[in-house]
């Protein structure tokens, strides 16, 4: 019998070993868009966070100076630590920790199913949402990984129930909460799924009520402490307004690379996904794994909740990177056990899953091409253009366009400079350019721009982008001439 056993384990163990050998090179590959994305210009929140951390006198004052929803803490820290650095080394933690994700996910799937790793690593790795926020400097693939992390150290506590992966779980929230206040939701779920396992696996109330301190305090110790320090104080920044069928549409086509717009198509969306989520939470349920409840609150009720709870006036896709994550985990098994049954089964799993990496590889490509804007281009255009030392702008919104300029200006020589005109204070001839920022990527320029004293502009320029997040500009010359000259 025991000739019979380490027989059968050979193939298994095998099989987990390719499955370990192919998981590396998905992970090698996941690697590749996002770097790649790290070397396309920085936007409007990132040019932001890193203009707020250039204001500090000392790193404290992420904590007790900015008090505003685009200070992402850990970000921030970074940011201020580096000063003037290149945009892909502002962007270092971030790319790291969007690979590490990539590893994590394989490991938690394939922790149980070899092939469900391999899967996991697929669709976390092709997942256009994910890949760009790798390649940004902001907190949401910081967050993600740091979700993953506490699950994993919470699963080894359910196992062991040892003090070593509690601390490790409570470090990974309380560094969740620095990156991105979405960390929340995963906070909540573990909560949710850990709980009842642990009073009834304890042995008693004493038992119980230590293993949920070790887990529970330090994290809620941390979000009090930063609720009283900075976020009682937060200043919640402006956006365009939450649309439900709009969300739906971008959930569509960057977390799903499917060719979506808000309507019929978005509705549709909405249904089949609403129908995937709940058949992979049965499945679960019907195999009496209880990973399903951990899965359901991340993914709907904690997000559902506390925003519902906040009614923020900006909702934007960003805020569901943790969801979208263990949504691709939660259907690695399925897709997994599809692949392995052959038939029809296979067809379909294998069908889906290249679906899902075309059409986000499409995403990515097209965000690889137009990056998130070209700023730095703009700047230099309207510097080659402008005689004399002063550069004399105004622009359609008066905060992000000068927010941009101001962190781009550091492509101009020393001899240059750059001014901005807010609108209404503007020279009475005009300015030498005036920048007309579109959220659309393709943009919709007119030929000619009049501004309010009648000054006419012509149409100089355009530059675009793709992806999530950026601005189309436009850019309008003097028609009368050099404004700094009159």
Same mark, same amino acid.
């Given at each position: 019998?025991?000739?019979?056993?380490?027989?059968?384990?050979?193939?298994?163990?095998?099989?987990?070993?390719?499955?370990?050998?192919?998981?590396?090179?998905?992970?090698?590959? %996941? %690697?590749?868009?996002?770097?790649?994305?790290?070397?396309?210009?920085?936007?409007?929140?990132?040019?932001?966070?890193?203009?707020?951390?250039?204001?500090?006198? @000392?790193?404290?004052?992420?904590?007790?100076?900015?008090?505003?929803?685009?200070?992402?803490?850990?970000?921030?820290?970074?940011?201020?630590?580096?000063?003037?650095?290149? *945009?892909?080394?502002?962007?270092?933690?971030?790319?790291?920790?969007?690979?590490?994700?990539?590893?994590?996910?394989?490991?938690?799937? &394939?922790?149980?199913?070899?092939?469900?790793?391999?899967?996991?690593?697929?669709?976390?790795?092709?997942?256009?949402?994910?890949?760009?926020? @790798?390649?940004?400097?902001?907190?949401?693939?910081?967050?993600?990984?740091?979700?993953?992390?506490?699950?994993?150290?919470?699963?080894?506590?359910?196992?062991?129930?040892?003090?070593?992966?509690?601390?490790?779980?409570?470090? @990974?929230?309380?560094?969740?909460?620095?990156?991105?206040?979405?960390?929340?939701?995963?906070?909540?779920?573990?909560?949710?799924?850990?709980?009842?396992?642990?009073?009834? *696996?304890?042995?008693?109330?004493?038992?119980?009520?230590?293993?949920?301190?070790?887990?529970?305090?330090?994290?809620?110790?941390?979000?009090?402490?930063?609720?009283?320090?900075?976020?009682?104080?937060?200043?919640?920044?402006?956006?365009?307004?939450?649309?439900?069928?709009?969300?739906?549409?971008?959930?569509?086509?960057?977390?799903?690379?499917?060719?979506?717009?808000?309507?019929?198509?978005?509705?549709?969306?909405?249904?089949?996904?609403?129908?995937?989520?709940?058949?992979?939470?049965?499945?679960?349920?019907?195999?009496?794994?209880?990973?399903?409840?951990?899965?359901?609150?991340?993914?709907?009720?904690?997000?559902?909740?506390?925003?519902?709870?906040?009614?923020?006036?900006?909702?934007?896709?960003?805020?569901?990177?943790?969801?979208?994550?263990?949504?691709?985990?939660?259907?690695?098994?399925?897709?997994?056990?599809?692949?392995? %049954?052959?038939?029809?089964?296979?067809?379909?799993?294998?069908?889906?899953?290249?679906?899902?990496?075309?059409?986000?590889?499409?995403?990515?490509?097209?965000?690889?091409? *137009?990056?998130?804007?070209?700023?730095?281009?703009?700047?230099?255009? =309207?510097?080659? *253009?402008?005689?004399?030392?002063?550069?004399?702008?105004?622009?359609?919104?008066?905060?992000?366009? @000068?927010? =941009?300029?101001?962190?781009?200006?550091?492509?101009?020589?020393?001899?240059?400079?750059?001014?901005?005109?807010?609108?209404?204070?503007?020279?009475?001839?005009?300015?030498?350019?005036?920048?007309?920022?579109?959220?659309?990527?393709?943009?919709?320029?007119?030929?000619?721009?009049?501004?309010?004293?009648?000054?006419?502009?012509?149409?100089?320029?355009?530059?675009?982008?793709? &992806?999530?997040?950026?601005?189309?500009?436009?850019?309008?010359?003097?028609?009368?001439?050099?404004?700094?000259?009159?």
């Amino acid at each position: 019998m025991e000739v019979v056993a380490v027989t059968e384990a050979r193939p298994a163990a095998r099989t987990r070993r390719h499955a370990l050998l192919v998981c590396a090179l998905l992970v090698v590959v %996941a %690697a590749v868009p996002r770097v790649l994305g790290c070397f396309t210009e920085l936007w409007l929140d990132e040019a932001w966070s890193w203009v707020s951390a250039d204001t500090l006198d @000392s790193a404290l004052g992420v904590f007790t100076q900015l008090h505003q929803s685009n200070n992402h803490h850990l970000v921030s820290l970074w940011m201020y630590a580096l000063g003037n650095a290149p *945009e892909w080394a502002l962007r270092l933690p971030s790319l790291l920790a969007g690979v590490a994700s990539v590893l994590l996910a394989a490991w938690l799937a &394939g922790r149980r199913d070899a092939l469900a790793g391999v899967v996991a690593a697929t669709l976390v790795g092709a997942c256009h949402l994910l890949v760009y926020f @790798s390649s940004e400097a902001r907190g949401y693939a910081l967050v993600t990984f740091f979700a993953l992390a506490g699950w994993a150290a919470l699963e080894r506590e359910l196992a062991t129930r040892r003090a070593a992966p509690a601390l490790v779980f409570a470090a @990974s929230v309380v560094l969740g909460f620095l990156s991105q206040l979405v960390a929340l939701f995963f906070w909540a779920a573990a909560f949710a799924w850990s709980t009842p396992r642990i009073v009834r *696996e304890s042995g008693g109330a004493g038992a119980a009520a230590l293993r949920l301190v070790r887990l529970h305090l330090v994290p809620l110790l941390a979000f009090a402490a930063l609720y009283f320090v900075d976020l009682r104080k937060l200043d919640v920044g402006m956006g365009p307004p939450f649309e439900p069928l709009r969300l739906l549409a971008s959930l569509g086509v960057f977390g799903f690379g499917l060719p979506l717009r808000p309507g019929a198509g978005a509705i549709a969306f909405g249904v089949a996904l609403g129908v995937a989520l709940l058949w992979a939470l049965l499945r679960l349920h019907r195999l009496r794994d209880d990973r399903w409840i951990l899965h359901l609150v991340a993914i709907v009720l904690a997000p559902a909740a506390v925003l519902g709870a906040l009614r923020p006036d900006v909702i934007e896709v960003r805020y569901f990177v943790i969801g979208t994550t263990f949504a691709l985990i939660l259907w690695s098994e399925p897709l997994a056990a599809g692949l392995r %049954a052959g038939g029809v089964r296979r067809w379909v799993a294998a069908a889906a899953l290249l679906a899902f990496v075309a059409g986000n590889t499409v995403q990515t490509a097209r965000f690889l091409a *137009e990056g998130r804007g070209h700023y730095a281009a703009a700047v230099r255009f =309207m510097a080659t *253009e402008t005689d004399g030392p002063r550069i004399k702008v105004g622009g359609s919104h008066d905060f992000r366009v @000068s927010m =941009m300029l101001r962190y781009y200006q550091r492509v101009l020589p020393a001899d240059r400079s750059l001014v901005y005109f807010k609108q209404r204070q503007r020279p009475e001839k005009g300015t030498d350019w005036i920048v007309l920022q579109d959220e659309e990527p393709a943009g919709t320029a007119a030929a000619t721009y009049e501004d309010r004293n009648g000054n006419a502009y012509d149409l100089a320029a355009e530059y675009g982008f793709a &992806g999530i997040a950026g601005y189309h500009w436009a850019v309008y010359r003097n028609r009368g001439g050099a404004a700094a000259d009159r």
